[in-house]
């Protein structure tokens, strides 16, 4: 009885040490048959991964907890800000939507910029949850305060649209976004003068569109939209335009 009882004083220290190493620190209710779980640990000193572990557990009834994502960080252990269900390509069966952030260190140039968002869209595969490398490349990610994008006077602000939960939902709902994960592309003509880029973050000119303009949108990546446009004086070019300068 005294070894019994010696043994499972033990047993009990050694699951409280596991939890306290793999803290339980959120979960997330999906649906009835779904959660997700994140546990978070510092790793040992001098680590090439980073200081933190953020563990991303899918838990499906009947069945054993699954990793989604292994999120590793610096300085303090990475924002979990959601998870959550969406039915992004109206199959019926809702993806997994993860939101995390970390915080950036100040710049003596651009002050605070806050955290970044990045966001990443797990599916079905098979009866185990694989991440969506198109849904996950459309969100991807971005700071979430304004952003300096210009050199000279002319301060053009860039702040990533899908920070939440409900901008997510929104523009899921758009047709703009359907047409778009139906035929990989997506016509759209401008409401109004738009500002446009040589590619997502890079201003070297100070082309524009006019309202009334047609382009044909062939990426959608972190706030930004990748287009084709035919140009009376240059011919067909492609540029990168904000998404939020869309009116969708």
């Known amino acids: 009885m005294y070894k019994k009882i ?7 220290f050694c699951v409280v040490a596991f939890f306290n190493l793999n803290a339980l620190a959120q979960e997330f209710k999906i649906d009835t048959n779904r959660t997700v779980s994140i546990t978070q640990k ?8 980073g200081e933190y572990l953020s563990e991303v ?5 009947a069945r054993l907890p699954q990793v989604l994502e292994k999120i590793y960080s610096n300085s303090e252990a990475a924002t979990i800000n959601d998870v959550f269900g969406l039915d992004m390509d109206s199959d019926g069966v809702p993806e997994i939507v ?15 910029v806050g955290a970044y968002v990045d966001v990443k869209v797990y599916k079905v595969k098979d009866d185990r949850y694989e991440k969506n490398e198109r849904f996950t490349n459309i969100f991807s990610g971005g700071v979430d305060k304004a952003v300096d994008l210009a050199a ?4 053009y602000k860039f702040i990533y649209p899908h920070k939440t939960r409900k901008e997510i939902e929104q523009f899921v709902a758009t047709q703009f976004f359907k047409s778009f994960v139906a035929d990989g592309c997506v016509d759209y003509v401008m409401q109004s003068k ?3 880029y040589k590619e997502p973050y890079v201003f070297e000119s100070k082309m524009y569109l006019i309202q009334g303009d047609k382009i ?20 067909k070019i492609q540029a990168s335009a904000k998404l939020t300068d869309l009116k969708i």
Do not use: C, Q, R
């Not at 010696?6 to 009990?12: D, Q, R």
């Not at 510092?42 to 991964?49: M, Q, T, Y």
């Not at 557990?57 to 009834?61: D, E």
């Not at 044909?216 to 011919?235: M, P, Q």
């Open 6 to 12: 010696k043994f499972t004083g033990v047993m009990l």
């Open 42 to 49: 510092k790793l040992e000193a001098g680590d090439e991964n």
């Open 57 to 61: 557990l899918v838990h499906v009834k």
């Open 98 to 112: 993860l939101i995390s952030s970390e915080d950036i260190p100040t710049d003596s140039l651009e002050g605070n």
């Open 152 to 155: 000279d006077k002319l301060a």
């Open 194 to 196: 738009t500002t446009i």
């Open 216 to 235: 044909e949108v062939v990426e959608i990546s972190g706030g930004w939209v990748t287009f084709s446009y035919v140009s009376a004086k240059k011919g």
